[in-house]
């Protein structure tokens, strides 16, 4: 593994223990990956960096995970172990946490469906970041960036954005789209996951809201990339998805359409499934199937090292782009089994405030900051 020390990883994995995470003595570091070349080089580079911050890391292997599968128990057992930090350095995804979403933890009266949340979102012990679908060329070339600039330009939107009733959406391409959030709160993945609790992707940028649930309506002409059941595609011919009352409608266009269609009516069948099968408690298979058409994010790209490349953990970050999921909330209040992020690329995008002004956060991809 000669990659592992390349002056590049070497170099951004020392920042995203030093300043990212700002590793403390002692401090219990457990790092999950999957047996392969890109996965592999960039957790042991970190593991190596930890252990000169005087860390103490552990790594761990399980097979490539998807958006159905569950992770593995011995996985779940060293999530168990209450680490001080969490890392996910995956080629698609971490898993499902076969108990905790048959029986949720349960916090102020918010459920958890895997001990990972609960440990970081829920009790806030842990600090995380996860990577699904980092590659050794994305490591070395987004997560060496300006923190101070990004958490500039994060905390500018979120403060927009917690004050906002609702956002419109609209692009050359046909989309038309409004998104109402008054009263939620906008989260930053800005690069510091340096406290209990703090968690977010690697390499970071972004600031995404959970829509209030069953009030989003109009049309998303989807044109970057789209995440989907075996991993993440490239979008040749644009997908227009109509959303009535916070909830998919149709959806048209050609292959990625129908890839798309596929993997949320798979979810919707494994909702049903998992509860005969005691993966769900009983009434919450209806309930996962109706979110999987559910709209659960918009997020707003600002990482100025990444770029559109079908992968979408990189794509989402990219600058003059937003994306907007479907499936699960970040709030807790739409559960799925899964969360597909689609990249609209050029947006103008404006707040709607509770006084009725605008606020014009981008004209076609360009920050209006």
């Known amino acids: 593994m000669q990659n592992i020390l390349c002056p590049e990883l070497m170099k951004s994995a020392e920042i995203t223990v030093k300043e990212v995470l700002k590793v403390k003595d002692g401090e219990k570091i457990l790092i999950i990956t999957n047996p392969l070349t890109d996965c592999t080089e960039i957790a042991s580079s970190i ?19 998807n958006q159905f599968d569950f992770t593995d128990d011995a996985v779940i057992g060293a999530i168990k172990s209450n680490p001080d930090i969490i890392i996910s350095i995956s080629a698609n995804k971490l898993g499902k946490d076969r108990e905790a979403i048959a029986s949720p933890y349960k916090v102020s009266g918010e459920d958890y469906d895997s001990t990972f949340r609960y440990l970081v979102n ?3 012990k842990s600090r995380s970041f996860w990577s699904p679908g980092i590659t050794t060329d994305m490591f070395k070339r987004t997560v060496a960036i300006d923190y101070k600039r990004l958490r500039a330009e994060c905390i500018a939107i979120k403060e927009i954005l917690n004050k906002a009733d609702s956002i419109v959406i609209k692009t050359s391409e046909g989309t038309n789209f409004t998104i109402p959030i008054k009263g939620r709160k906008a989260f930053c993945d800005d690069g510091d996951f340096s406290f209990p609790g703090s968690g977010g992707n690697l390499p970071a940028g972004e ?26 595609i490239l979008i040749d011919t644009p997908i227009k998805v109509t959303v009535s009352d916070g909830y998919v409608t149709s959806i048209e266009g050609k292959s990625e359409a129908e890839v798309l269609k596929e993997t949320i ?29 559910n709209i659960g994010e918009l997020g707003i790209g600002l ?30 209040d739409a559960p799925a089994l899964i969360h597909l992020d689609g990249l609209v690329r050029e947006p103008d995008i404006t707040a709607i405030m509770d006084d009725g002004k605008t606020v014009l956060i981008m004209k076609k991809g360009e920050m209006n900051l």
Request: hydrophobic share 35%.
């Open 47 to 65: 593991y190596k960096a930890a252990l000169a911050a005087n860390g103490k890391p552990c790594l761990i292997f399980q097979e490539i995970k």
């Open 122 to 124: 829920g009790i806030k």
């Open 207 to 232: 600031v995404f809201i959970s829509p209030l649930v069953g009030k989003s309506n109009g049309i998303i002409v989807f044109n970057g990339s789209f995440s989907v059941k075996n991993g993440d």
């Open 265 to 293: 009516a798979k979810a919707k069948e494994n909702s049903i499934i998992f509860e005969k099968e005691g993966k769900l408690p009983n009434g919450k298979g209806e309930i996962y199937k109706k979110n999987a058409g």
């Open 303 to 332: 990482n100025p090292s990444a770029k559109i490349t079908g992968n979408m953990l990189e794509d989402e970050k990219a600058y003059r782009t937003c994306h907007i999921a479907i499936g699960s909330n970040y709030d807790g």
